[in-house]
């Protein structure tokens, strides 16, 4: 048996999230593993250093799995990108060491989130939309209160009796990117829709309609104190992965 990595790029916009799901439902993972089924002939089963959410994409996603094919990897990943749609490529095929694993072996993610003050229809498919000006400067201070180690279950879909829900925040900061604005943020590991909720959060801020004081109090006491939605899936990249 040899252990196979493989980088995937994707665009989730038309995808129900990474997760296989029962009932058909078109997910990246089942896609990938439906086609390398075909083309092996054996049962896949993928790991993926995260799972990304509904209309989440990837510019940098790595999966790993387990196979008895002696089939060349540059050719199981032609095969394999001739068959998945023009939204999903495969890269750098390579086998690695029996115990690495996508997820576990990572040791940090980074994402990023690609929001603008004012909708375009052509870009509306990898950008949020705040529908209004921002306080770059306020969200910035609402970021700079995130470095650290945090207790981030409020800030995700993750259920309360998930026994680990503390990540450290490694790096962390808008920026302007030509007319978007640009969230990234680094960390060991990342929460169920935990970035989406952060963002939420900060545009809130820079809407005016909350202040960093209350992400302070929701991340130190646990209290809410301004209404709580996650921002767009669509503005929300999985940029890089390391190990």
Known sequence: MKNIRFDVEYDGSDFCGWQRQPGGIQTLQ???????????????????????????HARLQVVNFMTGSAMELSKMAYALNSLLPDTVRV???????LD??????????????????????????????SKGSLDIDAMQDAAGLLFGEHDFLLLSKEPADKKNTVCLIKECEWRWE??????RIRA????????????????AVGKGRAVPEDLRMLLDEGLL???L???????????????
């Open 178 to 183: 030509n007319d978007a604005i640009v969230f």
């Open 30 to 56: 089942g896609e990938l593993e439906a086609q390398l089924g075909r083309i092996l002939q054996e049962n896949i089963s993928l790991t993926a250093a995260g799972r990304t959410d509904k209309g989440v």
């Open 188 to 203: 060991n590991r990342f929460l169920r829709s935990m970035v989406r909720y952060l963002v939420g959060v900060m545009i």
């Open 91 to 97: 890269r750098n095929p390579q086998v690695v060491p």
């Open 229 to 243: 939605f996650p921002a767009e899936p669509n503005g929300l990249f999985l940029w890089d992965v390391s190990y």
């Open 225 to 227: 104190t301004f209404p």
């Open 100 to 129: 690495f694993h996508a997820r576990f072996s990572a040791k940090e993610r980074e994402y990023r989130y690609f929001l603008l003050e004012e909708p375009s229809a052509l870009r509306c498919r990898f950008t949020g939309c």
